[in-house]
């Protein structure tokens, strides 16, 4: 099987709403790890630190073992890469995720974009466009990046 077909059977099973009307938590965690890998490839640069920073983020906050984030990281990485918009992701957490849990994809967001232990504009602008899109306000989005760069000094 390729790898498109294998991303597609996985959208194809996993993005379909259930019979309550609702996503998995597979579909969720496929569409914030693409955005993550939005933002780790928005300098056109792929540092083995910001994979690594990455990764902890999917494991610890969805609380997966390692080959589930493997996994899971395998195929964000593939979606983003094919992906034209960032819509088809952005939908699905802004009708899924509360305003909290959105707030906590910008933490994430932004512990990818310093993972490098720079960050580049073209990281800080991808962030700010995913913050609008996921109607995260201005205020969390300034916040969540002080309480990152403070984590990391």
Do not use: C
């Not at 099987?1 to 597609?8: D, P, Q």
């Not at 920073?53 to 589930?68: C, N, P, R, T, Y």
Request: glycine share 2%; aromatic share 8%; proline share 3%.
């Amino acid at each position: 099987m390729s790898v498109l077909t294998a991303i597609e059977t996985f959208f194809r099973t996993r993005m379909e709403p259930s019979s309550e009307g609702t996503h998995d938590d597979h579909s969720l965690h496929l569409a914030t790890a693409a955005l993550l890998f939005e933002v780790l490839r928005a300098d056109y640069q792929e540092h083995p630190g910001e994979r690594k920073v990455l990764e902890k983020q999917l494991q610890s906050h969805f609380s997966l073992d390692a080959e589930e984030t493997r996994q899971l990281a395998d195929m964000a990485s593939q979606e983003a890469a094919e992906s034209v918009s960032l819509h088809e992701f952005t939908h699905l957490i802004n009708r899924e995720f509360s305003a909290e849990e959105r707030v906590r994809i910008m933490e994430m967001l932004w512990q990818v974009a310093f993972a490098d232990g720079h960050l580049d504009p073209y990281e800080e602008a991808l962030v700010r466009k995913i913050a609008d899109l996921i109607y995260v306000p201005h205020r969390d989005f300034i916040r969540t990046k002080h309480r990152v760069q403070k984590q990391l000094k």
